[in-house]
């Protein structure tokens, strides 16, 4: 049996940690089913990750990338408002498109993690925030818009994001999910009107 390099066994176990916790919850993803899961011994588990927090660590990470990945591909490089949109667009496509299971696992994490003592689901809201801050000022650069506004505009493309992704997985349906994401966009783009007017 060829031995899997460390790094490719990490990767192996943040991918079965997601699926477990999308399906199992925080509180079902054992470290044995976790291990199962990635098809890989247990002690295999104990010696990438000391502790199944580490590990959770590392699943909030991989979830703070991939956000992250998506924020920077929809930046159009136009305008506040097409960017604005475009961000908006591309997080809610992304939720369509990906793999249910990276969502529910994300809203399952960011669960757990404000019940813990040093509160990891800032650092991911944060990190998000950051990234949707700097795209929209500079989509906003030689135009008179504020800096609370640029921070309003962000704080509404996730309000508006996380509700809709609520919705998209507690009903499953994707036909009414797209519709229902064009009718956010809608409500978007008539708030952004009156708050740049």
Aim: aromatic share 10%; with cysteine.
């Amino acid at each position: 049996m060829a031995r899997v390099p460390a790094a490719e066994r990490r990767d192996e176990l943040v991918n079965a940690a997601i699926r477990v916790i999308a399906s199992h919850g925080v509180d079902g993803a054992t470290t044995r089913r976790i291990a199962e899961q990635a098809n890989a011994p247990l002690a295999t588990l104990h010696y990438c990750f000391q502790t199944k927090e580490l590990l959770f660590t590392a699943v909030f990470e991989r979830l703070t990338e991939r956000y992250r990945e998506v924020l920077i591909e929809s930046d159009v490089h136009g305008d506040l408002v097409a960017t604005a949109r475009a961000m908006l667009r591309g997080v809610l496509d992304w939720y369509l498109e990906s793999d249910p299971e990276f969502a529910s696992a994300s809203f399952e994490l960011i669960s757990w993690a404000q019940r813990q003592e040093e509160h990891p689901a800032v650092t991911v809201y944060n990190e998000a925030f950051n990234v949707v801050r700097s795209i929209l000022a500079r989509a906003a650069a030689g135009q008179d818009v504020p800096p609370e506004t640029i921070d309003e505009i962000g704080y509404v493309i996730s309000t508006l994001s996380d509700g809709f992704v609520v919705n998209w997985l507690t009903y499953g349906n994707r036909s009414r999910a797209v519709q229902q994401a064009q009718t956010v966009v809608d409500v978007f783009d008539a708030w952004l009107a009156v708050k740049l007017a």
